[in-house]
């Protein structure tokens, strides 16, 4: 799709849908809208709400069984959809046809936060973002009606306590009763289970909530924070030593009997599809012998404040830079390394990582070298930080 306007994918996906057996539609827009150009896609590509209304009227027409549209339209000024009378509506608007609308840029638009609020309420524990508001029971049942779903963005302007969310529009036609439910209401709370089994430590769990994160690398920091708090008694808040030592941690499912018979999940789409089919979502240190390019390993060592100097002091001994850890010259700082440490054992659990990575992780380095970095995690804590970086990209 590379090279192709806004406007013409959205063409090609209503061409594509309406070849396929669909009999409702869920439509949502949220941006720029106004009356002459339409709903903005980019910078001076516009798609006016009439062409999206003759699209679904010809989709109707060729193919009768497609019948209904739910839209929510989360802009300024948003009209009526003009469709056929064979066709049935649910229209929630942000504001009124003649009202511009509000949208906060970090937290998102609060008209959207508080439709997608209202469809997962009671999957996330029937929390609210206003504390202690009682809006779940505004939907009671097994489905969500559009009544409810009325009332449950009501609730908030009734409340005046989201100032910045004006108030809804609705636009029904063509609609029975039965039309009127929009949604099942899941009846049991959504949460996703990850077995932490961080090295020597006993096993726990820890269950994370769809609403705490939107992006992978949130999740990460979550459990990051998790295992820094119960592991090493460390409490961090965002920073660059939590995102590093969020990297060495693996989430996975077994495949097979074998360590080896792993399958990494490395995004949201994996991870939803593997807590669907209700597999075991385990969290642990990414093992040493799987360290590869994006894939750093790492360790927590206590007590070793001098590990930075150390490490440079052997570079140097061995006349490289921290750029040329290639496989031939870190067998000769391992070498330096033993030296070193037969004079205190302190560095023993780091020479234990050095020699496995050596040896469990041969193949990987062949085009490759190793890239360490040391962060302070607290005064007695040091993050050992282990990445492979291929050595044809940057000479
Ligand atoms: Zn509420």
Redesign the pocket.
């Known amino acids: 799709m590379k090279g192709i306007k806004a406007d013409e994918k959205l063409d090609q996906a209503f061409d594509d849908l309406s070849k396929k057996d669909i009999q409702t539609l869920l439509f949502v827009y949220s941006g720029h809208h106004d009356d002459e150009s339409g709903f903005q896609l980019g910078p001076n590509v516009n798609y006016h709400l009439d062409k999206i209304s003759l699209r679904l009227n010809k989709w109707n027409e060729e193919k009768p069984q497609f019948g209904k549209v739910i839209a929510f339209l989360d802009c300024c000024n948003p009209k009526k959809l003009n469709l056929n009378s064979s066709l049935k509506l649910i229209q929630f608007n942000a504001t009124s046809p003649t009202t511009p609308a509000d949208s906060e840029t970090k937290e998102g638009s609060p008209f959207l936060n ?1 439709v997608i ?1 209202a469809f997962t309420a009671r999957a996330n524990g029937k929390v ?3 504390k202690d ?4 029971e505004r939907i009671p049942g097994n489905f969500i009606t559009l009544h409810d779903l009325w009332d ?1 963005l009501n ?2 302007i009734q ?1 005046q306590k989201e100032t910045s969310l004006k108030e809804p529009y609705m636009n029904a036609a063509n609609i029975e009763l039965r039309d009127t439910l929009i949604a099942y209401n899941y009846d049991f709370e959504v949460k996703f289970k990850f077995k932490i089994k961080w090295l020597e430590t006993a096993e726990r769990n820890k269950y994370v909530r769809p609403m705490e994160f939107n992006e992978f690398e949130r999740l990460k920091l979550i459990l990051a924070k998790d295992i820094l708090r119960h592991v090493y008694s460390i409490n961090l808040e965002d920073c660059s030593e939590l995102s590093k030592f969020a990297e060495i941690i693996s989430l996975e499912i077994n495949t097979g009997p074998r360590t080896t018979h792993v399958q990494e999940i490395d995004k949201i789409r994996l991870l939803l599809l593997y807590w669907n089919s209700k597999r075991q979502l385990r969290c642990l240190a990414r093992l040493l012998p799987n360290v590869n390019v994006d894939k750093p390993v790492g360790r927590c060592f206590k007590n070793v404040p001098d590990i930075l100097a150390v490490h440079q002091d052997i570079l140097q001994e061995c006349n490289i830079n921290e750029h040329q850890l290639t496989l031939p010259n870190l067998l000769q700082y391992k070498q330096r390394l033993d030296k070193k440490i037969k004079t205190t054992r302190q560095y023993d659990e780091y020479m234990f990582v050095v020699d496995m990575i050596i040896n469990q992780a041969a193949t990987q380095l062949q085009d490759t070298r190793l890239e360490i970095s040391f962060f302070d995690l607290t005064k007695d804590f040091t993050l050992v930080h282990m990445n492979l970086v291929k050595t044809t990209d940057v000479q």
């Open positions: 508080y609020q609210c973002k206003i508001c009682k809006c779940h449950y609730e908030h409340l």
